[in-house]
């Protein structure tokens, strides 16, 4: 338990909880927990903030921004109380936390997912969205802004996993913040053309 990056060691215990996955096995490993995803994770995001604000100045890319271990089971039928993955949220703070443009960074024992965009609109985004997509388009619009991330790679829709060469080593946030680099004309766009205003 010597690494403070996230690393195999990280895998290897997300790969047990999901073996042991209650409150005595967990309690009874906190400390690797802490170990191997707590304290690696916080270093991880305090890592990417430079990186990630010098592109979107907006973003939350603090320890706010990490998923919490527990799972909210009070209306899923999977009772499991820990989720047996790392998930962080670095949305625009100029919207509430689910509410806005927002970079996704999920990591489990299969791979990594980077995403970009919004979660789901609220009904006056949602229509703002398709007025500004299909009738009054800025000069940057959607189109271009999503043919660069499609360009990279990346899908409108659907979730693919793969774990990059460089996981675990020094240079891990720079490889994420690039894998980044196609989202920012999308989530500049979002925010810019889909502001609701109350």
Known sequence: MKSQNLDESSL????????????????QNREEYEATIKIPVRKLVAELRP????????????PKSVY?????????????????????????RRFKRNEGPALYLGLDPTGIAIGGGIWRFEPLQRALFRERVTT????????????????AGYKLLGRELDMPSGFGGHRFASQIAKLYEPCVPLMSWL????????
């Open 51 to 62: 990186l990630l604000l010098s592109r979107l100045p907006h973003l939350e890319v603090s």
């Open 12 to 27: 290897r215990f997300l790969k047990r909880l999901k073996r042991n996955n209650t409150r005595e096995w967990f309690d």
């Open 136 to 151: 009054f388009p800025s000069e940057r619009t959607f189109a271009d802004a999503a043919s660069r991330a499609k360009r």
């Open 191 to 198: 925010a810019s053309e889909i502001r609701v205003r109350f």
């Open 68 to 92: 919490r271990i527990n799972r909210d089971t009070r209306f899923s039928d999977d009772k499991t109380p820990y989720k047996t993955w790392i998930g962080c949220l670095f949305w625009d």
